[in-house]
């Protein structure tokens, strides 16, 4: 299986994606592979210490624009609550409509209206007693890269009240983002969100998941 390390600390999420948009814009139609390396401890303090200073001030422009307008456009006056019983519930805009996979699966899955962003809420199956955090965000990388998604990022993230693993990578050549969050609820079981999209509005979506929060009820 491949093993990612959680090694980003203390790093706005949707700063995070729009590192890795902006990393897709310089690598514009190049296939890329995640380093699925261990890393020693002089490359992880590296690797942090790189981390850490991407922060807004270090996106483009354009990116960072992108960023301000997310916090300014989502106003949960505009939002509803949807969700399935113990996979929980999250906040997305009035006018979004449940969404059917072309590939079946079992998350609660809504879009917005013309299917180009959606959130997709599930619960895992018990991977064992021994199985924590780590293990199912391993099980999401790996699924996108078998999926087709490129240069695949692990972080250490807060979801709420919740310590989360976030998953993110590109697809289609950097035209397309699906960002996941991987978290222990109170109910004991282990929760999967995703929200995806076109580069133009995926940090939109990211927002609607990281401001509306999840919850079990």
């Not at 890329?32 to 590296?46: G, L, P, R, V, Y």
């Not at 997310?70 to 805009?93: A, C, D, H, R």
């Not at 991977?127 to 998604?149: L, Q």
Request: glycine share 10%; proline share 2%.
């Amino acid at each position: 299986m491949v093993n990612y390390r959680f090694i980003l600390k203390g790093i706005v999420s949707l700063a995070m994606v729009a590192g890795l948009m902006a990393c897709s814009n310089q690598q514009e139609g190049a296939s890329t592979k995640s380093n699925a390396t261990a890393h020693n401890d002089e490359q992880q303090k590296k690797a942090e210490k790189e981390s850490v200073q991407k922060t807004p001030e270090n996106l483009t422009e354009t990116d960072a624009n992108k960023t301000e307008e997310t916090k300014n456009e989502i106003s949960l006056e505009k939002m509803k609550k949807v969700g399935k019983e113990g996979f929980g519930y999250v906040q997305v805009p009035l006018d979004w409509v449940n969404f059917k996979d072309v590939n079946p699966n079992t998350s609660y899955q809504i879009s917005s209206k013309d299917g180009s962003q959606i959130i997709s809420i599930n619960v895992f199956k018990d991977a064992g007693k021994d199985a924590n955090e780590e293990t199912y965000a391993n099980i999401v990388a790996a699924n996108m890269e078998s999926g087709g998604g490129q240069d695949i990022k692990g972080a250490k993230v807060t979801l709420g009240k919740y310590d989360a693993l976030q998953v993110y990578g590109s697809y289609k050549e950097g035209t397309y983002f699906v960002v996941a969050w991987v978290f222990k609820g109170e109910d004991g079981q282990f929760h999967y969100i995703s929200a995806e999209g076109p580069k133009e509005n995926i940090l939109q979506v990211v927002g609607y998941v990281e401001k509306g929060g999840w919850s079990l009820k």
